[in-house]
């Protein structure tokens, strides 16, 4: 099977002379279609400079990144942007949906924006809402949904072009547990359903272990990868708390 994300001696070096930092230093890592990958690490470690990488935010210094068969590092202008706009999905912490916008527009407009048929956007939109559980709140505008609603709508937002990698940075971390539980599970229910690709940066060890696959870094480099297998939740959780000891440091407070 082909892969979905192929990254292959990643480096991306900030500064000049002797203040030189090696955010990434040949970071190597793949994903299959259909696979539900996390990047843990302590700040510093490189995890979100990776991920901007990927997500086209930032360049790289040197190494090739591979996205559903186009190689991005020569991408430039127009064609990076389309590229990002059709085969990229992204959650972010702050959600970055627009204020003057209901949820079915900030949802829509990812459609807007792809040129799909107008006649059939409201269907998508009210069936991708249906998945996330957030049917109801389709005519309110952000500020009236709670956090997790309006991160799950961001999730809507990020799937309904269905991109080949959806990119989340932190998609939990400004939420309640509740509501990271909420998201979480909608997370897991549109890869196992939908077979959605998801590439998820983040610091906590009960939020990762909904993955099936776990890649940690540190100074910038692959510390070590876990897979998930057949266990169940709280034995993949227990092993990434065993390697999150192991690493120390900053990690300390996914505990």
């Keep these: 099977m082909e892969e979905i994300l192929t990254v292959?001696?990643?480096t991306r070096v900030y500064g000049k002379g002797g203040g030189v930092t090696r955010a990434l230093d040949g970071v190597s890592l793949s994903l299959q279609p259909g696979e539900y990958v996390a990047v843990m690490g302590p700040s510093g470690s490189g995890k979100t400079t990776l991920l901007n990488c990927i997500s086209t935010i930032d360049r790289p210094t040197a190494g090739s990144i591979v996205i559903d068969g186009q190689e991005l590092t020569r991408l430039r202008g127009r064609a990076l942007a389309?590229?990002?706009r059709e085969r990229l999905g992204f959650i972010f912490q702050d959600c970055n949906l627009l204020d003057t916008l209901t949820a079915f527009e900030n949802i829509a407009l990812a459609l807007s924006?792809?040129?799909a048929p107008a006649g059939g956007i409201e269907k998508r939109v009210k069936d991708t809402a249906q998945l996330l559980g957030i049917s109801d709140c389709l005519n309110k505008y952000p500020y009236q949904m709670s956090g997790g609603q309006q991160q799950r709508c961001a999730a809507a937002r990020a799937i309904i072009t269905k991109p080949a990698?959806?990119?989340a940075d932190e998609p939990t971390g400004a939420l309640d547990s509740r509501s990271a539980r909420m998201l979480l599970d909608r997370l897991?229910?549109?890869?196992?359903d939908l077979g959605?690709?998801?590439?998820?940066v983040t610091h906590d060890a009960?939020?990762?272990s909904c993955c099936r696959r776990v890649v940690f870094l540190q100074d910038g480099q692959i510390f070590q990868e876990l897979r998930r297998g057949e266990e169940d939740r709280r034995n993949f959780f227990q092993k990434i708390i065993q390697?999150?000891?192991?690493?120390?440091?900053e990690m300390a407070d996914v505990l």
């Design 8 to 10: 292959r001696e990643l």
């Design 82 to 84: 389309k590229f990002r």
């Design 113 to 115: 924006i792809v040129h």
């Design 165 to 167: 990698l959806v990119l």
């Design 188 to 192: 897991e229910e549109l890869n196992r």
């Design 196 to 200: 959605t690709t998801i590439l998820m």
């Design 206 to 208: 009960f939020t990762a």
């Design 243 to 249: 390697v999150v000891t192991r690493m120390g440091g």
